[in-house]
């Protein structure tokens, strides 16, 4: 039996969606040491797994690596499309299990364009492959438009940038009682009404940003000019999206950002991907404070939900 665990991921927004720049997207994030996603695996007669979006990685596996078969359980899984990153790191923790099950390589990030991932954002590959924080090179526009090519027809985001996440940092994270994030067709068509009216100015404002301000907050360990600098990039990201998810935030998101920002022990704080969830970055020193804050910013907006803290990840997928 062959045990793969993987964390999960904040995605804090991409470079640019306009098309009249030369690069498109460049995701920027952050590999979490919890929650987790650990999947088990080993040889079998044919393929058997009783989660369903597992299954279908599994078998995707098996016809990749030329495998009989191969009996996959989720022994840990992340809340679906709640901005965590939970497809990515389920198929690519399935794929890893296979291959280590049934003694093949496999080079997660040449093969996870077969199983869909790695398209837009380069971030959920890169964060399984090595962890860290993490800025992606996007694609060249001409190549990558307003409509994502077929599975296994793009090449994942070369990594532009990582970072070691500095051990003391925290990374709160608050997921409100709420619908999904978008996915699939939804996310699909939003996507492609964002990318063709985004504003390429606003694009600019966050190149400006991550390389003056959040790459070398994490260059130099400080957890509060990062928050600031994260907290810029996803509000400029927001504009992209407002005509799609209802505001800068999607609902009720945005008076969860509001409220953990007014707190002193919250640096910066705001949604990751198409949410629900809303990060808040913290340190070991305030771990307390920030989940205070991250429930009465539930409270105060009158919504159930979770609050929990992470860590950072420096490291990529474990198999045991």
Avoid: K
């Avoid at 904040?10 to 098309?19: D, Q, R, V």
């Avoid at 260059?219 to 400029?236: K, N, P, T």
């Avoid at 022990?265 to 629900?276: D, E, F, H, I, N």
């Amino acid at each position: 039996m062959v045990r793969v665990s993987t964390g999960a991921r904040i995605h804090f927004g991409f470079l640019n969606l306009s098309l009249a720049r030369d690069r498109l997207y460049g995701g920027v994030g952050v590999a979490l040491d919890e929650p987790r996603v650990v999947v088990a695996a080993e040889p079998a007669a044919d393929v058997r797994c009783r989660h369903p979006a597992a299954r279908e990685y599994a078998e995707q596996a098996v016809e990749l690596l030329g495998v009989e078969g191969v009996d996959v359980s989720v022994e840990r899984a992340l809340p679906r499309h709640a901005g965590l990153g939970s497809g990515t790191q389920l198929a690519l923790a399935v794929l890893r299990a296979v291959a280590a099950a049934t003694d093949r390589e496999a080079d997660v990030r040449r093969l996870a364009p077969e199983v869909g991932r790695g398209g837009r954002s380069g971030v959920g590959v890169a964060t399984f492959e090595a962890g860290g924080a993490v800025l992606d090179a996007g694609h060249p526009t001409a190549r990558f438009t307003t409509d994502r090519p077929e599975d296994g027809s793009w090449s994942v985001p070369a990594v532009a940038a990582r970072h070691e996440v500095p051990d003391r940092w925290r990374f709160l994270l608050v997921v409100p009682d709420a619908d999904p994030g978008r996915n699939g067709a939804a996310e699909e068509s939003s996507m492609r009404s964002v990318v063709e009216r985004a504003d390429a100015q606003t694009g600019d404002r966050i190149a400006g940003i991550v390389t003056r301000r959040l790459l070398p907050a994490l260059a130099e360990g400080s957890a509060e000019r990062f928050g600031e600098a994260v907290e810029s990039v996803g509000r400029l990201n927001g504009t992209w999206y407002a005509d799609e998810q209802g505001g800068v935030y999607r609902p009720p998101v945005g008076a969860l950002v509001s409220s953990l920002s007014e707190s002193p022990v919250v640096y910066g704080a705001g949604q990751s991907s198409w949410g629900p969830t809303v990060y808040g970055v913290t340190d070991a020193d305030h771990v307390d404070e920030a989940v205070e804050a991250g429930r009465a910013a539930l409270a105060d907006a009158d919504i159930d939900g979770t609050v929990s803290v992470a860590r950072g990840r420096n490291r990529g997928a474990r198999v045991e």
